[in-house]
Every structure is written in structure tokens, then in C-alpha cells.
């Protein structure tokens, strides 16, 4: 079973405005992390934000928040004010348990910011 | 602040051969693992490490080998190239395992098996 959903392959937005790029995941264990990665045409993989299934509050990291849902398994990335440099490949990722081995991936969404 | 350094950037191999790529990581990290990309597949694991001496499996062991004898250094084996091990590879570390720690990655080795 799929653990990490990305549902959209590819997005187009205009620059400044706000886009959100879903994300849903599945898991029994009440322990667990939720990651989002951008990887530019570089290659690299830059971590964005992180939401714990405990925490009470919605993480933000500058223009980078996480819509979390928890009863619908949801963890939305929102970016605010989009930039040019924005437009790259978008990863939703989980890590469960107090033992986790892996950090599961999404397949990803391509953003593309038009000037 | 190196952070998580693969070497080589690029490699191209021919079907049979064998070859190493290396990672290394100066964060004093104790797990350390090897991911693949494949287009539209997102990252799989192949292999993890918790610590010096130990490894495991992961998603895509296969066609893999792995050993862990320093904290800083995870070596991957390719022991006979195929052609469907053409692909991305990262490898990635954080200091401990708990789902809260986040993963430091590498910048890549691109591999192509002809």
C-alpha cells in the first residue's frame, strides 16, 4: 500500500500568488514525522519543513507552512508569495515509530512558477 | 561544514562491472542510508546503517552491498552492473532515528549502465 500520496504531478502557478501542493499519507503507528523536500533542477534535496504527529500547531518556516490534518491524513505544504525560484520538484516524505529506518517518499510534484 | 559528500558526481559503467560509490558525512551521525530516483518513482531505500557495524535492508537491496566499518563512511557496491540500476543515488544521514530527525542528503551520483 502506498504510503506517501502526491496526487499531482505537475502544477502551474503565477508568481505571488499562494499554491498548495497535497499531500496525504497512511500509517497505524501514533508516532511519526512528516518531511517536505525541494529538489531544484540541480539535483539536491533541500529540506523544507517538518510536522510531528504530535504537535498541536501547524508548522511554518517562512513562506513555507504545513496544512496538517490529522484525522484525514493530510499534510499540505502552503508557499506563500511565490517566487521564480520556487519552480522545482516538491517531495512529501514520513518517518514513523521511535525506531525509524527509512524515510518513506511521494513521487513528487513538479511546480512550475510563470512569470 | 562538508555536511554529506558523494563521490562520484557522474559515472557511466558498461553491463558486468563493478564499481563503488562513496559517501562520506562529518556531522557525527550514526545512521546513514542509500536512496535511488527513478523518474516518477520518487526515492526508494536501498540500504540503512544505525550505526558503525551495522547494517540492513531496505526497499531495493538487490544488486547491492553495503558495509559501515567507520561513523563517517558508507560505501555502496554495484558487485555487476545491469542496466536497471541506471539512476540517481543519494545517500542521506541524520543523527539518530527517531521520526523527528530529519535527513541530510548528499548531491547525487548519476549512474547510467549501458
Known amino acids: 500500500a502506498q504510503k506517501i500520496t502526491q496526487t499531482q504531478p505537475g502544477m502551474f502557478v503565477q508568481e505571488k500568488e499562494a499554491v498548495t501542493l497535497d499531500c496525504t499519507y497512511d500509517t497505524s503507528d501514533p508516532s511519526y514525522g512528516l518531511f517536505w523536500y525541494k529538489q531544484p533542477s540541480s539535483g539536491e534535496m533541500i529540506f523544507l519543513i517538518y510536522?510531528?504527529?504530535?504537535?498541536?500547531q501547524n508548522a511554518t518556516e517562512g513562506r513555507y507552512s504545513l496544512n496538517f490534518q490529522k484525522a484525514r491524513k493530510s499534510a499540505n505544504l502552503v508557499i506563500s508569495a511565490s517566487q521564480l525560484g520556487d519552480s522545482a520538484m516538491y517531495f512529501c516524505?514520513?518517518?514513523?515509530?521511535?525506531?525509524?529506518?527509512?524515510?518513506?517518499f511521494g513521487q513528487g510534484t513538479r511546480l512550475t512558477i510563470n512569470p | 561544514n562538508a555536511g554529506v559528500t558523494q563521490t562520484p558526481k557522474f559515472q557511466v559503467l558498461k553491463t558486468g562491472q563493478s564499481m563503488t560509490l562513496q559517501c562520506a558525512q562529518d556531522?557525527?551521525?550514526?545512521?546513514m542510508s542509500w536512496y535511488r530516483q527513478d523518474p516518477g518513482m520518487g526515492l526508494r531505500l536501498i540500504h540503512y546503517s544505525v550505526g558503525a557495524g551495522i547494517t540492513d535492508q531496505g526497499e531495493v537491496p538487490n544488486g547491492y552491498n553495503v558495509s559501515r566499518s567507520t561513523t563517517e563512511d558508507f560505501p555502496l557496491r554495484l558487485l555487476s552492473a545491469a542496466p536497471s540500476q541506471t539512476s540517481v543515488y543519494f545517500c542521506a544521514s541524520s543523527y539518530g532515528q527517531v521520526s523527528s530527525e530529519k535527513l541530510f542528503f548528499g548531491s547525487g551520483t548519476q549512474l547510467s549502465v549501458l
Open positions: 516524505a514520513m518517518r514513523e515509530g521511535q525506531g525509524a529506518q527509512k524515510l518513506v
Open positions: 510536522q510531528g504527529s504530535y504537535d498541536q
Open positions: 556531522m557525527n551521525h550514526e545512521y
